[in-house]
């Protein structure tokens, strides 16, 4: 019954996103009202009916109908309820068809906000919105269903989409027994919540895209089209971010390698439209403010959504080998072709409205120092960030194969040689940036402001060489970089209030207050820059500082590592709720003498693959992260651990927090003009509420 | 620098030698720790694990090849020829950067190129930009100073009472 | 804000419509079309499983006795192609059957070649010491055998004829009832 449901409200909104498609697109040629209007309901019908597929399999899911074959290969009766609701992005068919449902979301809200206030876009913004979803709903409808079903015919056991001929239920309960259960990989509470948030923000992009494609289209070119999609690309990268930042996470607990980022493909394959998402992100005010960049910006616009079309191809084809990744699969050619053909179309459209002289800036470059000049340089760092991950990931490995037939890799070696410059010309620039002024600055003013900021580096640079007893020049060259982006923005806040209270003799807080009502996008704009500042901060400490050892203890046995004592006690053997084999160590750690605190660093042992799972002790300066690697096969007398002390690693997920918050200071709707603007300058408002 | 300075590096570098040397004689199967072998490990990926590290892949075949390093070392092989070694048995894949010649130029020095590129189109973009400003300058000249209305009113702003 | 107006004419912003792509657009283009290109043939080449008829792709084994073994010079026989590795566990399971079906075949034109993959020398030899292998096993120098049969794991075995093209391929441990089964159909065949 589940499965029928699911399949017919699938095909149905299959029909009704292709019926979208075609009517719109005609609707939106011959100028009828009428078909538009019938073009916006069928492609908001789209929403419920994914709403109810979805349902239907998350319904089967947790009422464990093992007959359904996507149920049975995710779950099994061991499984906690819990998890069996995240199975529902567990493997590829689930994960696809909740995609989807993102998707139509993403494409209803779009269409119910930006109805009236985009109305000349919106026929072309249905036809690109609900091709792209016409696209994954026919992958999930053809190729990867998850409501095949498993039937017995003559006594052979097939899954199929249809009932087939002759075709007899197979016994609950042999079913129930056979079923797989959750990869263990995905066991843990990262898994909750960032696979969703990572498709949240790859599906996110499709809006900025549509209404990219819709302006190009339909030829309105104004800067109309650019402040939907400023707003829609903020909030996809706001989860994005959040979903990288959570993987990180997951990665650090689960994965046992005492890290958060290993380069590896798919993980850049999801911070590559980040890269061209933020570069936009800073672009886009040119655009804005001064009417330039405008080919540029579409360029960013189309190629961070070919970046989400490329990365979600290329972990779900195959075509990588990964952890993260998808099995290999059959939807590998109809993604590649999508991909090919998303991006030839859009940069051929751009292209063709580009030459017809469509694109024209309304504002000459006036000044090599100037925001423009900086806004231009950070594009260009990221744009190079962009292509040298893009070339170590998927570009060297797979020309190299290609061409000289030999499978190379590359891994951290490369990564850590190629993107720390850019990553430094960055931050340089995060710093600069905000001090200069659009159309033109001085360097004296510019020096001038930045006296404050680098001192102030200057001295945080001086703590962490007396706090954390090092030297190392790189690092501190970074620090000093990294803090000053971090100081500047603070600075410049603290400017701002300090101005408020000159002028109309506020108090500091609600002056703080104040700023951050009246100029969200400004001073948000800072938050992010100090959550990307503390993030960098510890990225460095965890990255350089890094120490790590091994050793073998016998019960009872002390290792002294990084000014903490770790003491093996003993060993423990369980089996959990859902039936896996625990074999865990049992730890107390110590500093001074004194008992911080009672690690379990333990193997998990899942009928298909072990798990290690660490043992962590956080605190603000350093995590001591300890996992069990071996242990002696009867009585465990002892056991082997590899410890890390990963500096300042905190830091990196406490940055996550500042960012997210920065990023909702400045995404969030801003309706009313300030007081003293619609007095004063009525003229300007419209340029002010969005500064 | 001063010839007593290079006499003195001298001296200390061939001390450090001897000492390296005496410690390679009596020592031909010395005991090797997890950490050397790990530290070596780090710089590879085995085939079976999918870009992890060797160093920390769980794998029956990492420990195995992990137990192979370790045997090396032991029998006074350093890291480099032990990476090598690998290299030669299982592919330029086994290392996070290949150390054939032509494969590490065309890893390495390949984004340097491409990065030396957008950055030489940047700059031409830039400079026809920027070519194009006298014509429009007296256009621009007008609004230039208000387009920076919010900066100009914060260092107004500042300046208010002081 | 409350644009309802219905037009779709494009504004004309146009001062002077070029005919034809600048350069600059045709190269882009055509570095986007040389990119998809070159993913496209990346994909082709992955969805490409283990070869399961046609001819057996040719190589050389250095065997760890010494000897080197071409594939091609040993038209004529049957060959077992036998991928393993010393830390697999299944391939312990069936060192023993494949050794016996190697007794029991090697006089009636069967040839039985191991291929160790991502094996350690010291761990190759220790296996084949400790089940008494006698057939010709090898170290898959640089993974390039594995390339070549584009095995996934192991064990992975390959069942070629007497004319040098594989009629079977097995992606699970053998057993030594299908293993013989196999060879005497091929062998029928091949008479």
């Known amino acids: 019954m589940l499965s029928e449901i699911g399949l017919i409200t699938l095909l149905l909104s299959f029909v009704a996103a292709v019926y979208a498609v075609a009517v719109a697109a005609y609707g939106g040629r011959v100028h009828s009202e009428r078909l538009i209007l019938s073009a916006r309901n069928a492609a908001l019908s789209t929403f419920p009916l994914l709403l109810v597929a979805t349902g239907a399999l998350l319904i089967a899911l947790m009422t464990q109908q093992y007959q359904n074959s996507y149920v049975w290969s995710v779950s099994d009766p061991n499984t906690p309820p819990f998890y069996r609701f995240t199975a529902l992005w567990g493997s590829q068919k689930g994960s696809l068809l909740f995609w989807c449902f993102l998707m139509s979301a993403f494409a209803a809200g779009a269409l119910v906000i930006n109805w009236r206030s985009h109305r000349r876009l919106m026929p072309y913004v249905i036809a690109y919105s609900m091709a792209t979803l016409a696209f994954f709903v026919g992958l999930v409808l053809f190729y990867e269903n998850p409501f095949e079903r498993w039937w017995l015919v003559g006594g052979e056991a097939v899954r199929t989409v249809l009932i087939p001929d002759g075709a007899v239920a197979p016994s609950a309960a042999r079913l129930a027994e056979t079923a797989n259960g959750l990869n263990p990989l995905l066991r843990h509470f990262g898994m909750i919540i960032h696979p969703p948030m990572l498709y949240l923000g790859f599906v996110g992009f499709v809006i900025p895209f549509a209404f990219a494609m819709a302006a190009l289209a339909s030829g309105d070119l104004s800067t109309n089209w650019i402040k939907a999609t400023r707003r829609w690309t903020l909030i996809a990268w706001l989860f994005l971010s959040l979903g990288l930042l959570l993987g990180g996470r997951w990665a650090y607990d689960v994965l046992g390698w005492g890290g958060y980022w290993g380069w590896d493909p798919v993980e850049n394959a999801a911070f590559l439209p980040w890269l061209i998402g933020t570069a936009f992100l800073h672009s886009v005010m040119i655009q804005e403010k001064r009417g330039m960049l405008k080919v540029w910006n579409m360029f960013l616009v189309l190629g961070t959504f070919s970046a989400v079309i490329f990365g979600t191809f290329a972990t779900r084809s195959g075509l990588i080998d990964s952890v993260h990744s998808f099995a290999r699969s059959e939807i590998g050619f109809p993604m590649f072709f999508f991909w090919a053909a998303v991006t030839v179309i859009s940069v051929g459209l751009l292209l063709w409205r580009w030459n017809r002289g469509e694109l024209k800036d309304d504002h000459p470059f006036v000044n090599i120092l100037s925001r423009e000049s900086l806004f231009v340089l950070n594009n260009v760092v990221f744009v190079l960030l962009f292509v040298a991950i893009f070339w170590g990931s998927f570009g060297a490995p797979v020309i190299s194969e290609i061409v000289m037939n030999e499978n190379i890799t590359l891994g951290r070696d490369y990564f850590l040689q190629v993107t720390p410059p850019l990553f430094v010309a960055l931050y340089i620039l995060m710093g600069i940036a905000p001090l200069s002024a659009w159309g033109a600055t001085s360097l004296r003013r510019l020096g001038r402001s930045l006296i404050v900021p680098l001192v102030l580096a200057a001295v945080f640079v001086a703590f962490i060489v007396i706090v954390g007893h090092t030297a190392e020049p790189a690092a501190l060259f970074g620090y000093g970089i990294v803090s000053l982006a971090g100081f500047v923005a603070l600075y410049e806040t603290y400017r701002g209030v300090v101005a408020r209270q000159r002028s109309l003799g506020e108090n500091p807080l609600r002056a703080l207050a104040a700023l951050f009502t009246r100029s969200r996008r400004r001073y948000g704009g800072y938050v992010v820059h100090l959550g990307i500042t503390v993030i960098g901060i510890g990225v460095i400490g965890s990255t350089v500082f890094q120490q790590e050892t091994q050793r073998t203890l016998a019960v009872g046995d002390s290792l002294e590592f990084g000014g903490y004592t770790m003491r093996y006690d003993g060993f423990t053997n369980a089996i959990a709720d859902d039936g896996r084999r625990m074999e865990i160590a049992d730890i107390t750690l110590l500093r001074d003498g004194r008992e911080l605190a009672r690690l379990r660093p333990r193997h998990d042992i899942y009928p298909t693959m072990p798990m290690t799972i660490a043992g962590a002790y956080s605190t603000l300066e350093n995590d001591f992260y300890v996992l069990l690697v071996g242990w002696e096969a009867n009585n465990a007398n002892s056991a082997t651990f590899k410890v890390y002390i990963n500096p300042l690693i905190n830091l990196v997920w406490w940055g996550g927090l500042i960012l997210i918050l920065g990023t909702l200071i400045g995404t969030w709707p801003t309706e009313t003009v300030p007081a003293h603007l619609r007095e004063a300058a009525p003229a300007r408002s419209r340029a002010r509420a969005s500064a | 620098m001063k010839p007593i300075l290079i006499r003195a590096a001298l001296l200390i570098l061939i001390l450090t030698a001897a000492a390296g040397l005496a410690g390679a004689q009596d020592t031909t199967r010395r005991t090797v720790t997890a950490d050397e072998v790990n530290a070596i490990a780090k710089q590879m990926y085995c085939p079976v694990c999918e870009n992890i590290p060797l160093d920390v892949c769980g794998t029956a075949a990492c420990a195995q090849w992990r137990d192979e390093i370790r045997i090396q070392l032991e029998s006074g092989s350093t890291p480099d020829e032990i990476i090598r070694d690998f290299v030669a048995r299982y592919g330029d894949r086994v290392v996070g950067t290949p150390q054939d010649p032509t494969l590490r130029a065309l890893s390495l020095v390949t984004p340097w190129i491409a990065a030396g590129l957008v950055v030489a189109l940047a700059l031409y973009l830039l400079l026809r930009w920027w070519r194009q400003r006298p014509a429009l300058a007296t256009a621009a000249g007008a609004t230039q100073p208000a387009d920076d209305d919010y900066r100009a009113r914060l260092e107004r702003d500042l300046q208010a009472r002081r | ?191």
């Open chain 3, 1 to 191: 804000m409350t644009d309802l107006d219905l037009s779709f004419e494009p504004e004309n912003t146009a001062s002077k419509p070029r005919r034809g792509l600048s350069l600059g657009s045709i190269v882009l283009i055509a570095g986007i079309l040389l990119t998809a290109a070159v993913f496209g043939i990346a994909l082709a080449r992955q969805n490409q499983t283990q070869p399961q008829s046609g001819p057996a792709p040719d190589f050389t084994l250095t065997t760890l006795d010494g000897d080197t073994i071409r594939l091609s010079d040993l038209r004529g026989k049957v060959v077992v192609i036998n991928f393993w590795a010393s830390w697999c566990g299944p391939c312990r399971v069936e060192a023993p059957a494949l050794q016996k079906v190697y007794e029991r075949y090697r006089d009636r034109g069967v040839e039985f070649l191991g291929v160790a993959w991502t094996d350690t020398e010291r761990g190759a030899r220790a296996f084949i010491a400790e089940f008494n292998q006698t057939y010709p096993n090898g170290l898959d120098l640089g993974t390039k055998l594995a390339e070549l049969y584009r095995i996934q794991g192991v064990p992975e075995t390959f069942i070629v004829n007497q004319n040098g093209q594989i009629v079977q391929f097995i992606m699970q441990p053998i057993t030594e009832q299908s293993l013989s089964a196999i060879l005497d159909r091929v062998l029928a065949n091949g008479a």
